[in-house]
């Protein structure tokens, strides 16, 4: 497509529940971040896909989020059990060269 | 204390006024700088990119980087109010180790029409 498409663009789930967040990067795009950004904060980086290499997941605050990246393509962050405290946006973006990131309109997830 | 400082603001000005946005940071090794936009409810968009010190012109957006002073800075001249958003800086380090971007928390901009 022609921009980062994520989806679901909201997403309120119950406390203890697991979510998936998907992400289709821009077609081409080798590169793919995940980042977190809460309230009046920053973004956080969270994993970081480079085509068939390892991924970073230096980011990623607890083992309860996962990611995957299917064949070089889209991707999906998973959080299980969820808490209060992951309630933010969370934005995909994908990147041909690594420098200028496109980002998409994020998820953002509301845990009650 | 944050490798990348920024003021979150505020910042309200009029129409017409030049902008200054600006960001610390402390970690020696980044060289690469960029500034992203966010509107509200949105994704950041790139706005500038620079590579180490030195200056970027684009339109009526200049980009500064001081890395003796490890202090980056946007201008935006004849602001509109479109110009309207939350401006982040973000910035790596050189080579294939992680290439993940690290952002400040945002300034919040506001233009009087």
Redesign the interface.
């Known amino acids: 497509g022609a921009g980062v498409s994520q989806s679901p663009s909201n997403k309120v789930t119950e406390k203890g529940k697991d979510v998936e967040l998907r992400c289709d990067p821009i077609s081409g795009h080798t590169a793919l971040y995940w980042y977190r950004q809460s309230l009046g904060q920053g973004l956080e980086f969270l994993i970081y896909f480079q085509g068939n290499s390892a991924p970073d997941k230096s980011g990623l605050p607890s083992d309860r989020f996962s990611a995957e990246r299917t064949g070089g393509s889209v991707s999906t962050l998973t959080i299980q059990r969820t808490q209060q405290e992951d309630s933010a946006v969370y934005l995909c973006a994908s990147s041909l060269t690594g420098e200028g990131y496109t980002f998409g309109s994020g998820t953002r997830l509301t845990v009650v | 204390q944050k490798e990348?400082e920024?003021d979150?603001g505020p910042l309200s000005v009029p129409e017409g006024a030049i902008v200054s946005l600006n960001c610390t940071y402390s970690n020696s090794a980044f060289q690469?700088f960029?500034w992203?936009r966010q509107y509200s409810?949105?994704?950041?968009?790139?706005l500038m990119?620079t590579y180490s010190s030195g200056n970027k012109e684009d339109g009526r957006f200049t980009a500064q980087v001081d890395k003796s002073s490890k202090y980056i800075s946007l201008f935006i001249r004849d602001s509109q109010p479109s110009d309207s958003a939350t401006y982040?800086c973000?910035m790596r380090g050189e080579g294939t180790g992680?290439?993940?971007?690290?952002?400040?928390?945002?300034t919040r901009l506001q233009v009087q029409p």
């Open positions: 990348v920024q979150p690469y960029m992203y409810r949105k994704g950041p968009e790139l990119y982040l973000a992680r290439r993940a971007l690290t952002f400040g928390s945002g």
